[in-house]
Structure formats: structure tokens, C-alpha cells
């Protein structure tokens, strides 16, 4: 399916965080927090939408946007499993 990768997103966002910034595109199916092996976030994250066209709509939609003072930048992955 469709995955992004957000990167700039506030080191306080959880995976429900990013699913709920997600989640007005259209249907979120999956989402991760990328961390170091401790658990400190890094400030990124992937999410897998439902529909290219959902994905195309948070990349135009976050793209750049700012959240918690953090610039968002959005782009597509080109991948087909999880990225874990």
C-alpha cells in the first residue's frame, strides 16, 4: 500500500499521534515511530494510507505545514511491506 515518510514531527508524537494527524486524508492503516534502539524518537515516522490518493492527499495536505512548531516534510516511499 501507499507509505510516507514524515519527517520534522514533534519528539513527543506516538504512532496514535501520527495516526490521528493522518487520519482527516482518509483511512490510516498502519503507522510507525522511526527510534534509536533505546527508544528515543528521531522525528520521523512512516504511515500507510489506504489509497494513493489518500496518500497524495497528507503529502499535499502536511507538506511544509507546521505542527507543534515542527516543519513537516512529506514524501512517498517506494516500498510494499512495513518498514520495520
Do not use: N
Not at 522511526?34 to 494513493?52: I, N, Q, R, W
Not at 507546521?66 to 517506494?78: E, F, K, M, N
Amino acid at each position: 500500500m501507499p507509505w510516507l515518510l514524515l519527517d520534522g514531527i514533534p519528539l513527543s508524537f506516538g504512532a496514535e499521534d501520527l495516526h490521528t494527524l493522518c487520519a482527516r486524508f482518509g483511512s490510516v492503516r498502519q503507522t510507525y515511530i522511526d527510534t534509536t534502539p533505546d527508544g528515543t524518537p528521531l522525528g520521523f515516522g512512516k504511515v500507510d494510507m489506504a489509497s494513493p490518493e489518500e496518500a497524495e492527499a497528507v503529502r499535499q495536505g502536511l507538506d511544509g505545514q507546521a505542527v507543534l512548531d515542527h516543519i513537516l516534510s512529506v514524501r512517498h516511499l517506494p516500498i510494499e511491506e512495513p518498514p520495520v
